[in-house]
């Protein structure tokens, strides 16, 4: 096994297990220049490293790292950060990726969903940000990419809880980055829409059909019939069959920690850049939710 190169960027990145944070912690951990080691953690350990050992093969233990790490559980955090500072001496890189999806309709389910889906996509990514944050003013040098969507600047009907925690995140982010910016650390939000993991496509090959398949949380006939027509009547309105390959995504993740100066805000397709055009081009709001209403 060959040694990795000394002065190899040193990545954490969470919500390994799948989808994601699986393929880009793969695609970095195997740069055939030895750029990077890559630290993939999750939360269960026990039942979901087996899959990411396998992918790995020979770079397991040489640039990929698997470590178990609970963004809810403040102890887990600390506990990996310690390890990767003793054994590295920085950390250059964090990727806040964990993050899961509501499994209930915001006006009928529990409460609690909306804080099950906030303790993750938000406060996880508050925690691992302060976690890491001392190290790199330490070293007046990091890049943390948190991992948006293009829910985090257009509401979505049928993803209510998610979408609020996508907007939490990204003004947490735009608020912190100036200021981070002056010892050299750079935050950047991505915002992809429909990613073909794995995970994405137990709900369909595309947006559209995993739509249609969780639609199904809404209890009311008639609330279900608009919201399903609202997202998939017309394929512009959302993203339609747009499919983003996870090497892709990847790809863009290595750009943007090799960049000297990123960018804050990086959409990750052509669909979603104009979606966002959309949305910020009128002050008033009225574009969005007309957008909306016509379907």
Do not use: H
Not at 28 to 52: I, S
Not at 83 to 99: C, R
Not at 249 to 259: C, E, F, G, R
């Amino acid at each position: 096994m060959a040694s990795p190169v000394a002065s190899s960027l040193v990545i954490l990145i969470t919500g390994c297990a799948q989808g994601i944070g699986k393929d880009a912690a793969l695609f970095l951990a195997r740069d055939p220049q030895r750029r990077f080691k890559v630290y993939a953690t999750m939360r269960n350990m026990a039942t979901r490293q087996e899959e990411l050992k396998t992918e790995a093969g020979d770079i397991l233990n040489d640039t990929l790292f698997i470590r178990e790490l609970d963004v809810t559980k403040q102890e887990t955090i600390d506990n990996t950060l310690k390890e990767m500072i003793e054994i590295e001496g920085k950390i250059d890189v964090l990727v806040n990726n964990a993050g899961v999806y509501g499994n209930s309709w915001w006006e009928t389910g529990p409460m609690e969903t909306f804080y099950d889906v906030m303790e993750v996509n938000y406060f996880g990514c508050v925690r691992m940000t302060r976690a890491v944050v001392p190290y790199m003013k330490e070293k007046r040098s990091g890049r943390i990419l948190q991992i948006s969507s293009v829910c985090g600047f257009r509401g979505t009907p049928l993803l209510v809880e998610y979408t609020a925690t996508k907007f939490a995140l990204e003004g947490f982010s735009e608020s912190i980055a100036p200021p981070l910016r002056k010892f050299n650390i750079w935050i950047s939000v991505f915002q992809p829409g429909y990613v073909a993991t794995n995970k994405a496509k137990q709900f369909g090959d595309n947006a559209t059909a995993g739509v249609a398949a969780a639609a199904s949380i809404i209890p009311g006939e008639e609330e279900r019939k608009i919201i399903t027509n609202m997202m998939t009547s017309d394929p512009d309105i959302f993203l339609g069959n747009e499919v983003l390959e996870p090497k892709d995504l990847a790809k863009q993740l290595q750009d943007v920690i090799l960049s000297p100066k990123p960018d804050f805000w990086y959409q990750t397709s052509q669909q979603v850049k104009r979606l966002a055009r959309e949305t910020f081009v009128d002050p008033t709001g009225n574009a969005i939710m007309n957008a909306w209403l016509k379907q």
